[in-house]
T-cell receptor
């Protein structure tokens, strides 16, 4: 099993350009997430998808859109990149049991390092 | 509102000595607590979690953590540090009935040979 895979690993964009970050998981997980990691700020949730067909905003959704293409794939799109979006982006997945909340750990991809000039 | 605090940006310890990485949390309801580790240029890896029951939780690579409800803490510990434990450690919390996970800012652990 590859776990969670992300493409590309690195990307440099100019301000105003668009791009899509791809994420796929082969663990048959229901839930998927996109985070950004900035120095001293930990991980901040951008968007999540509790299950196939649903997406919801996280803590920092402005400037991003997502698509849950199917159960395996969850993409993140920057329509008009800004220097403030320079960051490392992580995709993650987890099981979501029925009932209250989820205590299952998340599995993370290797990350995409994005620089916006 | 949920929050997680890791009060130390960096922890330095000599190899063979015990280590502690601190975490406190604030959440309404019962918390689910997690520790993750991140090695350079890698994604986060799960170490251990507290859901309910025994306050001392054992995890991967010899790490353990103690849940203290009265102090709202979930400190990560290891009896004898290894140089290979040097990494960035994140504490995280999710509350019962909630969905989002809140991560702390991270603590960088340096283990000196």
């Amino acid at each position: 099993n590859a776990g969670v895979t992300q493409t590309p690993k690195f990307q440099v964009l100019k301000t105003g350009q668009s791009m899509t970050l791809q994420c796929a998981q082969d663990m048959n997980h229901n839930s998927m997430y996109w985070y950004r990691q900035d120095p001293g700020m930990g991980l901040r949730l951008i968007y999540y998808s509790a299950s196939e067909g649903t997406t919801d905003k996280g803590e920092v959704p402005n400037g991003y859109n997502v698509s849950r293409l199917n159960k395996r794939e969850f993409s993140l799109r920057l329509e008009s990149a800004a220097p403030s979006q320079t960051s490392v982006y992580f995709c993650a997945s987890s099981e979501l049991p029925s009932g209250e909340g989820s205590y299952n750990e998340q599995f993370f991809g290797p990350g995409t390092r994005l620089t916006v000039l | 509102a949920q929050s997680v605090a890791q009060p130390e940006d960096q922890v330095n310890v000599a190899e063979g000595n015990p280590l502690t990485v601190k975490c406190t949390y604030s959440v309404s309801g019962n918390p689910y607590l997690f520790w993750y580790v991140q090695y350079p240029n890698r994604g986060l890896q799960f170490l251990l979690k507290y859901i309910t029951g025994d306050n001392l939780v054992k995890g991967s690579y010899g790490f353990e953590a103690e849940f203290n409800k009265s102090q709202t803490s979930f400190h990560l510990k290891k009896p004898s540090a290894l140089v290979s434990d040097s990494a960035l450690y994140f504490c995280a919390v999710r509350y019962t009935g909630g969905f989002k996970t809140i991560f702390g800012a991270g603590t960088r652990l340096f283990v000196k040979a």
